[in-house]
């Protein structure tokens, strides 16, 4: 407890940053992929405002100018179906703290676009969606000469946690890891089963240095799919799991790491829990993603939640 608390309280005090400035930005297609729709956080001198974007109510400021240098990076992975937004609150934390943030709508297994999401082709394109967005914050984007680019981070969650391990080095065994495939004729688990199946080398990226994994989706049962994962990581897990993530898959995960991993269990959390808590407009969009079951406070769990990614990313990107 005081260990993150005085990591906290460390990158409060040395930021002049009061809110989040807010910039949406488009990274064209290239031979690596096509357009990547992102929004970035950086640090920002002037007050919050609340911003409302679509069902989205966020805290920040629209195109604030970027306060600082050699800050560090941390980009995002959202889930299966996702988007950008999903989990503004932890950018909002970390910008206010002196980050960088960037986030993407991944194509393909996004909310406006579903063409890849059963395809197991999206698995690998995931990770190449995260390096080309390294590579723009780190080279095209406005703020590139900001960025220490030994400093850079990650937040994935589900499906972006997946995203996450094998950026970090994972090599994934999709016929063997304990993953459900409910519906047989989909055409991800015919992919499955079908051993021939060859698809492209995995991309790892050693920028990244410390990962923070909500819930991922768990295809790494051995000790040998992970044994060149070595990155600090802070991995969270839902008591209920869902949504194809099995809650008893992550103890074993955790162990399985050749680095222990900090290791959190979210009590009577379901696996939604770790997207921000919702404006009442998305609630009534989406219920199955923003209402909890019983009596779980999803708003009480997110300030501890980003408290503890601060202080992690603020620990390990020094």
């Given amino acids: 407890m005081k260990t993150w608390l005085s990591a906290v309280l460390l990158c409060l005090s040395v ?8 910039k949406f930005i488009r990274i064209p297609a290239d031979a690596g992929g096509p357009e990547l729709k992102a929004i970035v956080w950086t640090p920002c001198a002037d007050a919050a405002q609340a911003l409302t974007i679509g069902p989205y109510e966020l805290k920040g400021k629209r195109d604030c100018p970027t306060v600082g ?3 560090p990076l941390v980009v995002i992975s959202h889930g299966h ?35 890849h999401a059963a395809d197991i082709q999206e698995f690998v394109e995931r990770p190449v969606d995260i390096k080309r967005l390294v590579d723009y914050m780190l080279g095209n ?25 094998v950026l970090a080095g994972g090599n994934p065994d999709y016929v063997h890891a304990q993953v459900a495939c409910t519906d047989p004729t989909l055409l991800i688990c015919r992919q499955i089963r079908n051993r021939d199946l060859v698809l492209p080398p995995l991309t790892h990226d050693p920028r990244i240095k410390a990962y923070v994994l909500a819930d991922p989706l768990d295809e790494f ?18 008591e209920e ?3 194809g993530v ?46 909890d079951a019983g009596e779980f406070d999803r708003v009480a769990f997110h300030q501890a939640f ?6 992690f990313f603020s620990a390990n990107l020094r």
């Avoid at 934390?93 to 002196?98: H, I, K, P, V």
């Avoid at 049962?221 to 897990?237: E, F, G, M, N, R």
């Avoid at 980003?306 to 202080?311: E, G, I, P, S, T």
């Fill in 306 to 311: 980003d408290a503890k990614a601060l202080a």
């Fill in 15 to 22: 930021t002049v940053a009061h809110a989040a400035g807010v």
């Fill in 246 to 291: 099995d809650p008893a898959t992550l103890p074993a995960l955790a162990g399985l790491l050749p680095q222990r991993p900090e290791f959190h269990v979210v009590r009577h959390a379901a696996h939604f829990a770790f997207v921000a808590p919702c404006s009442d407009a998305l609630k009534q969009k989406a219920p199955r993603v923003c209402v």
């Fill in 241 to 243: 799991g869902g949504d």
């Fill in 81 to 115: 179906g996702g988007t950008f937004l999903d989990h503004h609150d932890l950018p909002e934390t970390l910008a206010d703290a002196g980050f960088v943030v960037a986030a993407i709508n991944h194509p393909g297994d996004t909310f406006s676009d579903m063409s």
């Fill in 141 to 165: 984007a406005s703020d590139a000469a900001r960025i220490d680019p030994a400093r850079i981070g990650f937040f994935g969650f589900s499906r972006g946690g997946y995203t996450g391990l």
């Fill in 221 to 238: 049962p051995t000790a040998d799919t992970v044994k060149d994962v070595h990155a600090p990581i802070q991995l969270w897990a839902s």
């Fill in 69 to 71: 240098d050699k800050l």
